[in-house]
């Protein structure tokens, strides 16, 4: 309704304002146009100009008719084609002889045309005639007469002219036109416009060929130039005839006598310009309209001004076109009328879109709010409406970020990882714990999860393998899903999978499900840890007291007693062991779960210091220790030194426990970029490769056959103490051939 509505007022908008045509915007293409597709003037049509040195020669005007006779007499003897005389002789001369001589020369040429004079319909009232013939004499001796009225447009320009006049009940043809017809051949008949046409100015003032009138009359013109001509006499000097501007573009004045030299190289080659039925004319205005409200509502208003824009080139072009086809379209009603329709439409879309905002805003203010929000007092009563448009949107949008927010960021502070999932598995929303997960398994983008499938490895006995992603033919089936199965993402950590159904009114989402992840990884590494700690105290510490019991047993019978001294040196050698796998469990535990008091220390110091210790181990085992500390500052670094002691400790005394009577053991100390590197080198027995990924783990050991007795703690706390420090530690080894510890810590720079 609306559309139709619009179209009935834009249509009669567009029909109006091409009834005012032509503006002056219209006079300017059309001008601006014309010159750009003028052709060459024909060589035929010579002009014999009554000018100003014609006027010194033979005086002022007007002459004597006699001296018409002689030009038309000297025209005659050069072979001209024809004669037009652009010269009123309205009335009789005081000397009928001189009329005589005028109409005797004019009938030995035979294709003389004089001009009448068509008064305007206001002159001829109060009984003056309307249309002024030249006197009976040179009326009668004519070829033909016919009226030389010129049209003037809006703007003072001629361009137009009509081919006929009707004045006093009869209708006098254009002199041009006469003269065109007498031209061609009389089988040829033109049924001229009835309308007026417009002159196609094949260039400025002075384009014709152009000879003086007394040259001519005095023979000076060769008979060359002038023969088989058609010749054009007017006036041309200034004050005596007819002057008038052509063109908006051409500041210049032409002679009456050369636009009838336009107009009758026009009206031969049949290149004049027809003016459009102005009907037609405002129909044609009226489709760019129609053609613009269809584009609109098609492309639902999406570049509407690229859209005007296009369409008025499209009549620009249409109207260009049309005059190459020697018919002129003023465009100058369509394209306003186009700029009408364009704020038109604009506002229309306007109101409804702030309609539609006032729509939604009530909706809106229905809805249950997130948070406690309270609508200001003033926005329906402060400016006008658009201004309480904007205010309430303004408030609505800010309600909506401010819910969004806080839904965003409760979600994000829950301390699960948590997915909402649609019915078909994908993932629609995640807080930052889940796209931690997501991360960490090597997705690029962490804005949006996509599937959960690539990130988390369900246990096949669970049951969950078969059931992703969760579709039943019923959705209250939810039962049938076994939550609290167990799953692990890529760092190995391990989850309780929960799921719940999540029910929604919105359209978008019509249900789905709700998961959570339940980190279970501290709780079955803490299992995994009493497990391993139950079995080193149910075995290993055991074993110590086992066999000093048993010694003690032993001894008491007589049989099977030792010596005092063996004795005493066996049961030591319990106790000792016993005591120390009770110290080195207590240290790990005290490096896991204490924070250290760190201190500045140089590490090259502490490891001279265990060598120290290390020294009669290895002497005892025929081992040769080879130390090279290479650092010139020290190797300093901030740390704990009694622990850093123990852990270097462990690292060289337990090469010296596996490395063979005879072999080497080689300690490097030395900088590598930011670290400070600790290297422990032997020759020993090695360790298998099934066992170098372990070995650093609590209550492991590697299988060196009887080369030495450990309980597992020891690399432990090298382990625990590296990663207290933010260092590194790791082992390469051959078995049979020898190991290599390496232990790196942050290099602490000397102010």
């Known amino acids: 309704m609306t559309w139709c509505a619009m179209g009935g007022l834009l249509l009669p908008i567009a029909f109006f304002l091409h009834s005012l045509s032509p503006l ?166 033109v049924e001229w416009p009835s309308t007026p046409i417009r002159i196609p100015f094949r260039g400025p003032a002075g384009s014709y060929a152009t000879v003086s009138y007394k040259d001519v009359l005095m023979g000076y013109v060769p008979e060359s130039l002038l023969r088989d001509r058609t010749v054009l006499v007017g006036m041309t000097a200034l004050g005596l005839g007819d002057r008038y501007n052509v063109s908006l573009l051409s500041p210049g004045l032409m002679p009456g006598v050369e636009i009838h030299a336009h107009l009758l190289d026009a009206l031969r080659s049949e290149t004049y310009i027809r003016n459009v039925d102005s009907w037609l004319g405002a129909s044609l ?18 570049y509407l001004l690229v859209v005007v824009v296009l369409l008025s080139v499209s ?37 409804a879109l702030l309609a539609w ?117 019923d959705i209250s089936d939810i039962s049938s899903v076994k939550a609290g199965g167990l799953c692990t993402d890529n760092k190995g ?31 079955i590494e803490a299992e995994t840890q009493r497990s391993s700690m139950l079995s080193f105290l149910s075995h290993d510490m055991k074993a110590p007291q086992a066999r000093a019991l048993a010694l003690l047993e032993a001894q008491k019978d007589p049989a099977s007693a030792v010596s005092q001294t063996t004795f005493y040196q066996y049961l030591d050698q319990c106790l000792t062991m016993g ?17 250290f008091d760190k201190e500045f220390v140089l590490f090259e110091d502490v490891v001279m210091e265990v060598l120290d210790q290390v020294y009669p181990i290895a002497k005892v085992k025929n081992i040769k220790v080879v130390s090279d500390l290479q650092d010139e500052d020290g190797a300093p670094v901030m740390g704990d030194k009694g622990y850093l002691a123990r852990a270097a400790f462990n690292l060289i005394e337990n090469a010296v426990k596996y490395t063979p009577s005879g072999g080497d053991v080689k300690v ?27 070995i650093f783990e609590s209550f492991q050991r590697g299988d060196e056959g009887e080369m030495a007795k450990g309980h597992g703690l020891g690399l432990a706390l090298v382990k625990a103490v590296a990663d207290k420090h933010d260092g590194l530690v790791n082992c390469e080894s051959e078995f049979g051939k020898g190991s290599r510890f390496t232990m790196k810590l942050p290099y602490c720079a000397l102010d």
């Open 357 to 473: 905002f006032k729509r939604e805003l009530e909706l809106l203010y229905q809805e249950p709010s997130i948070l406690p929000f309270r609508e200001p007092g003033n926005i329906r009563s402060e400016g006008g409406k658009l201004y309480q448009q904007s205010q309430a949107l303004e408030f609505a949008l800010g309600r909506i970020v401010e819910g969004r927010r806080f839904i965003l960021d409760a979600m994000h502070s829950l301390p699960l990882p948590i997915f909402v999932l649609n019915k078909k598995g994908e993932v629609l929303l995640a807080n930052k714990k889940a796209m931690v997960i997501c991360w960490e398994a090597g997705q690029s983008v962490i804005d949006h999860i996509e599937k959960l499938p690539s990130v988390l490895t369900f246990e096949e006995h669970q049951g969950f393998s078969s059931l992703w992603p969760p579709q039943f033919g």
């Open 579 to 595: 005591l120390g796998m009770i110290n080195d469990f207590i240290d790990l535990t005290r490096v896991k779960s204490f924070v």
């Open 493 to 523: 950590r391990t989850y309780r999978f929960e799921m719940g159904e999540l029910s929604s009114t919105t359209h978008s989402v019509a249900g789905g499900w709700l998961i959570w992840l339940v980190d279970l990884t501290s709780d």
């Open 315 to 351: 009549v620009l072009l249409a109207s260009l076109v049309a005059l190459g086809f020697r018919w002129w379209w003023p465009p100058s009603a369509s394209l306003i009328a186009l700029c009408i329709a364009f704020f038109t439409i604009v506002w229309q879309s306007q109101a």
């Open 24 to 189: 002056l915007s219209d006079n300017f293409f059309y001008d601006a146009w014309l010159s750009r597709q003028s052709a060459p003037p024909s060589a035929d049509i010579l002009i014999v100009a009554i000018d100003e040195p014609s006027l010194q020669t033979l005086g002022r005007w007007p002459w004597s008719r006699d001296v018409h006779a002689q030009l038309i007499e000297q025209l005659d003897m050069a072979g001209v084609q024809s004669i037009v005389l652009d010269i009123l002789l309205v009335e009789a001369s005081r000397y009928p002889e001189e009329d005589a001589l005028l109409a005797n020369a004019m009938q030995d040429h035979g294709n003389v045309y004089l001009p009448s004079a068509v008064l305007s319909e206001y002159l001829s009232q109060d009984g003056m005639p309307g249309v002024l013939m030249p006197t009976a004499p040179l009326l009668s001796s004519a070829k033909g007469v016919g009226h030389i009225n010129v049209a003037l447009d809006a703007d003072g320009v001629a361009r137009s002219v009509k081919l006929s006049e009707l004045r006093e009940g009869r209708t006098l043809p254009q002199l041009m036109a006469i003269v065109a017809e007498s031209e061609w051949a009389s089988d040829k008949r």
């Open 668 to 694: 490097l100390v030395f900088k590598e970029t930011e670290w400070v590197v600790l290297q422990v080198s032997d020759n020993g027995v090695g360790i298998m490769p099934e066992y170098i990924d372990s």
């Open 285 to 302: 205005a009226s489709v760019p309209i129609i053609v613009l409200m269809l584009l609109a509502w098609w492309l639902r208003f999406q």
